[in-house]
């Protein structure tokens, strides 16, 4: 493995970085000549369609494969912060390359979030969280490892830590466009860019959007895109966001983990899963809410989880669940007949829903379903 780094050096050599990282100085102004690919490219339609017989496996040995030569060309643009106003800490990335989220971005409540890209080692993100965790700076974490790492040249790396400091490093042997900027509490970086003109505009767009962590991650990725992004198209993107501060618990600490291992419009579709993912946080609240018999509440997270969703089946159902249960038959059976009318299986569901004590295991609860699936499947 070390002689094919060696190569993939080797093969790189000849070139230079064109937006080295300023740290203070503010995003730099776009350059002379930069130009964006042609409106709406990703990736060329029909690309990696199946291909039948024995030319379509992968050899068992093939560096590509998990776990394999550290060395993977995973050129692309990232992200990593940390929010100011609640602590939290995200990293987010797009690549014309499967599956870049296995690879590029780690994050750990309370400890840090690192991007590892280019000819890129794994084991930056793990090793990286571990020295951040012993309490050392984001910056002087990266040294150490760079310290003794002898593909460093066609290396792209950026850490923050908890306490918003960051490291970054571009190697000088990054097929270029290649660079990065570190700003307050964040780092953008990019190599094999369309142009010199992505990690500026990757910077511009961070400092200047609004929302939480998750809204700012994405407003980056999409800014990188526009401005030209990766010179080959895109394939996969990826966000991670996790609390400032650990917990006990720690399946509560992850605020986002969301992946598009393959698609012709990743972010497109990664933005998404972002609506999505924020709907459901909905459902879960309403979910809470019913528990403290808070019905106000319920409903109010139950409107906002249908309406972000365009009246997704499965938040309009558990909105009728939570309204017959708690004594609000007559509103429940307008939106069950909406839903059974998009899929009669929801009926048979209903039924279920019993022996589980969802509706009421008494006489007069099951009378009360057998009211709702008569009148609500009446029109069908």
């Not at 409106?39 to 990696?48: I, K, P």
């Not at 965790?133 to 974490?141: D, Q």
């Not at 002898?150 to 466009?177: L, S």
Request: charged content about 25%.
């Amino acid at each position: 493995m070390r002689a094919a780094a060696l190569a993939l050096a080797a093969l790189a050599s000849s070139c230079q970085t064109a937006a080295r990282g300023a740290d203070s100085a503010g995003p730099a102004a776009a350059p002379a000549g930069a130009t964006a690919p042609a409106s709406g490219y990703c990736r060329r339609s029909g690309a990696y369609t199946e291909t039948a017989g024995p030319s379509a496996a992968l050899d068992s040995s093939s560096s590509a494969a998990p776990g394999g030569d550290p060395f993977r060309p995973v050129h692309t643009f990232s992200i990593v912060a940390r929010d100011p106003a609640t602590g939290d800490l995200g990293v987010a990335v797009q690549s014309h390359w499967f599956s870049v989220g296995a690879v590029v971005s780690w994050a750990e409540p309370g400890v840090g979030a690192v991007a590892t890209q280019s000819f890129v080692d794994p084991a930056y993100g793990p090793r990286g969280l571990e020295l951040m965790r012993s309490g050392k700076p984001a910056a002087e974490a990266l040294e150490q490892l760079l310290e003794g790492d002898e593909g460093r040249a066609v290396r792209q790396i950026a850490f923050v830590d908890a306490e918003g400091r960051v490291g970054a490093h571009t190697g000088e042997r990054c097929i270029e466009n290649a660079g990065h900027h570190t700003g307050a509490g964040y780092s953008v970086q990019a190599n094999m860019m369309g142009n010199a003109e992505v990690v500026p505009s990757m910077a511009r767009a961070y400092e200047g959007a609004r929302g939480d962590l998750a809204e700012r991650l994405m407003v980056t990725l999409e800014a990188a895109q526009k401005a030209g992004g990766d010179i080959r198209g895109c394939q996969s993107a990826a966000l991670l966001v996790v609390r400032g501060a650990r917990s006990d618990k720690p399946w509560a600490d992850k605020v986002f983990d969301l992946r598009v291992d393959d698609s012709p419009d990743p972010l497109g579709e990664l933005r998404r899963l972002v609506r999505l993912a924020r709907a459901y946080d909905h459902m879960n609240r309403g979910d809470v809410a019913v528990e403290k018999k808070d019905m106000k509440a319920a409903l109010e997270h139950y409107g906002a989880a249908a309406e972000m969703t365009g009246g997704d089946s499965e938040m309009l159902y558990w909105q009728a669940v939570a309204l017959a249960a708690n004594g609000q038959v007559d509103r429940s059976i307008p939106i069950f007949r909406r839903v059974f009318a998009d899929d009669p299986r929801w009926i048979e569901l209903t039924r279920r829903l019993i022996k589980p004590g969802l509706l009421p295991d008494t006489p007069e609860g099951r009378a009360m379903v057998e009211r709702i699936i008569r009148e609500a499947s009446a029109t069908r």
